[in-house]
DNA sequence: CTCTGGATTGAC
DNA sequence: TCAATCCAGAGG
């Protein structure tokens, strides 16, 4: 994914995404349209931005037709573009912590409230095709930091990817 | 209006 | 392991 902004261009390659569906406790969508999860239910393709414990941010991606409140978390990228300007917005000490964690990721790339709602098929904020490096496998595991649906395995990411968040990194057993 | 708890992070 | 920090959502 990819985000321009005034400061310059800032890129990475996403590693970690959970899943969120209608039906699920643990979607914010699941007990019907708020003032915050309005946007779940609209179009997909557009970006859900949401603020938590009062000092975060985390970005997700609508992914059902409109009327159907579904999103995807991206929880982790693999820096590629820009690091200096990253490492600016962050103040982070080492690469490896520059866009591991959802908040890290929205943190680096200068995402915020106001990215609420946009559409990322076009404009500053895109999403491009996706790719595997060659042994690269996705792995499955529940999702991180929840109570209700925790069971539930809807946490995608990189097997053994040094840039996916906090949790594990490897399949049990590995 | 009041109250509770959270899709996290960074310091200890 | 724990505090920081504030808002969304539910209930009165």
Not at 117 to 142: F, T, Y
Not at 153 to 160: C, D, I, M, N, T
Request: with cysteine.
């Amino acid at each position: 994914m990819w985000h321009d902004s005034p400061q310059g261009a800032a890129a990475g390659r996403i590693v970690e995404t959970e899943a969120y569906l209608a039906d699920d406790p643990a979607c914010h969508a699941s007990r019907g349209m708020t003032p915050r999860n309005r946007v779940m239910f609209g179009l997909p393709g557009t970006a859900y931005v949401y603020f938590v414990y009062g000092m975060h941010y985390c970005f997700n991606v609508v992914t059902a037709p409109p009327g159907v409140g579904e999103a995807v978390l991206v929880r982790a990228l693999e820096p590629l573009w820009n690091l200096s300007l990253m490492r600016t917005r962050r103040g982070a000490k080492t690469d490896a912590d520059l866009c591991r964690g959802p908040a890290r990721l929205v943190q680096a790339l200068g995402l915020g409230r106001a990215d609420n709602g946009r559409d990322l098929c076009s404009g500053p904020l895109v999403i491009l095709p996706g790719w595997r490096e060659e042994g690269e496998k996705v792995s499955v595991s529940p999702r991180i930091g929840i109570v209700a649906g925790r069971d539930l395995p809807l946490r995608f990411y990189l097997a053994g990817n040094p840039f996916v968040s906090r949790g594990p990194r490897k399949k049990a057993g590995d």
